[in-house]
C-alpha cells in the first residue's frame, strides 16, 4: 500500500538524532508492549508479513506522530481481533468473555527456542530463478493496496541483479492471505542517479531485496 | 514529528511523543491483563523475553564478531560468505533470519537502513535504536546517504562508492567495519570494546578512543 510507512526519499523529517546510552526500553509499558507482540505470535494466528501490515494500517497522521511502541500496540490489538484471539467487545472492556486452554502459550522455558526459529522465510521449496546475477531487470510499477515490499521509489526503475539469495516467501502474499508463493529473492542494484536523478552521487548505489514477483527483464 | 523520546512530559511535545493519543501504558496494561486471564500470554515469558534484550542479546554480540574478523582472516572469508553461520559459530543465533555482512574498505562504505519499517540483526545487535526506526533516517538515508554520514560521522571523499542497503526482505545485514590503525597488536577483547553499533549499521567508523581518529 502506498501508506505513509514507505518513507524512503521523503523530505522534511528533520535531523537524524542519535540518543547516547540508549536502553532497550525507554519505560515499562514499551518493554511489555514488545513482549506481548512478541508472545502473542506463539499462537501462530498471524506471520510476520501480516504483523507488519497491521501496523502499515494505522491512519497515516496517527502513524507519524506515534512513537515505535505505540505502532506495535496499534498493530497487536488489530491482529488479535481480526484472528479470534480477541472478541472487539473483550478488547473494549477489558474483561475475558473465554479462556483460552493454553495450548500454543509461550512460556518462559520456551523463549530461547521460540526466538530462533520464530520467522523461517527461506523455503526448500524447488523453484527456478526468473533472473540471473547480472540480469538487467526492472521493478514493476506497481501499486498493491494491501502489502508490498517493493518501496515506492524503485518502482518503475531499472537495476541489476548482485546476488540471488535463494528461495523465500513472497510477503506480498503472506501478508494478504498466508500464501508463501515461493520464490527467489534477489538482491537488485539500483544506482543513485536511476533513483533520484543527476544530482545524486555517480558513484553511489541502493541496494534493495526483491523477489521475482517484483521484477521484469529490462 | 520523529519518533525521538522525550522524557519530560507536560511540554508541548509530550503528547506526541511520550504520551500521546490514548496513554499506552494503561492500554498495554489493560491488554496484558485481558491476555493473560484468557490465558494466551504468560507472564513470566513476557519477562523473559524482555529480560532477553535487556540483558542478554545486544551489540556485544556483534562487536564479538567484529572483532574475531579483525584477527582471524579464515574467520572473515566465513563471515562474508554465509553471514549467519559464521556468527552462529559464535553461539549467535537469532529469529530464522539470514544474516549478509558487508564489508567496509577503504573505497567502499556500506550504510543499512529499512525505509518500510524496523528491519534489524537482532541477533547480533539486539532492538534496533530509536533513531534508526525514526521518519529522519528511514526518509533520508537512501536519498542522500551522504549528507547522513557527513552528520553522524563526518564527510565521505567523492572517491568513495557509498552503498546502502534497504532492509526489505528476512535478511537482515551487518556492516564490517574498517579496523582503525594504532591497534597493531590488540587483542580481541581489547578490539571488541570499541566495536559500537552505529559502525555496525554503517553510519560511523570505529575509531580509537583519544585518538582523535
Known sequence: MNGVHDMGGMHGMGPVEIEQDEPAFHSGWEARAFALTVASASHRRWNIDMSRHSRERMPPADYLAATYYERWLFGLEKLLVENGLVSAKELESGCPERRADGTGTLRAAGVAEFLRVRIRARLEDDVRPKFRVGGRVIARNIHPAGHTRLPRYARGRHGVIERDHGVFVFPDTSAMSGDKKPQHLYSVRFAARELWGADASPRDSVYVNLWDDHLDPA | ?213
Open chain 2, 1 to 213: 514529528m520523529s519518533d525521538h523520546p522525550h522524557h519530560h512530559a507536560g511540554d508541548d511535545h509530550a503528547r506526541e511523543h511520550d504520551r500521546p493519543l490514548s496513554g499506552p501504558a494503561l492500554r498495554v496494561k489493560a491488554l496484558e491483563s485481558l491476555l493473560v486471564e484468557k490465558g494466551l500470554v504468560d507472564p513470566k515469558a513476557l519477562d523473559e523475553l524482555i529480560d532477553t534484550y535487556e540483558t542478554k542479546v545486544g551489540p556485544r554480540n556483534g562487536a564479538r564478531v567484529v572483532a574475531r574478523a579483525w584477527v582471524d582472516p579464515a574467520y572473515k572469508q566465513r563471515l562474508l560468505a554465509d553471514g549467519g553461520a559464521a556468527i552462529a559459530e559464535l553461539g549467535f543465533v537469532g529469529r530464522g533470519e539470514d544474516i549478509v555482512v558487508l564489508e567496509n574498505t577503504p573505497k567502499v562504505r556500506n550504510l543499512v537502513v529499512c525505509t518500510l519499517c524496523s528491519c534489524y540483526p537482532w541477533p547480533v545487535l539486539g532492538l534496533p535504536p530509536v533513531w534508526y526506526k525514526s521518519a529522519p533516517y528511514r526518509s533520508r538515508a537512501v536519498i542522500n546517504p551522504r549528507g547522513v554520514l557527513k552528520e553522524l560521522g563526518g564527510e565521505i571523499p567523492d572517491a568513495v562508492e557509498v552503498r546502502v542497503w534497504d532492509s526489505t526482505a528476512e535478511l537482515r545485514y551487518l556492516v564490517l567495519p574498517e579496523r582503525p590503525a594504532g591497534t597493531e597488536g590488540w587483542s580481541e577483547e581489547q578490539l571488541a570494546a570499541i566495536v559500537t553499533r552505529d559502525a555496525m549499521i554503517g553510519v560511523v567508523p570505529v575509531t580509537v578512543p583519544g585518538s582523535g581518529r
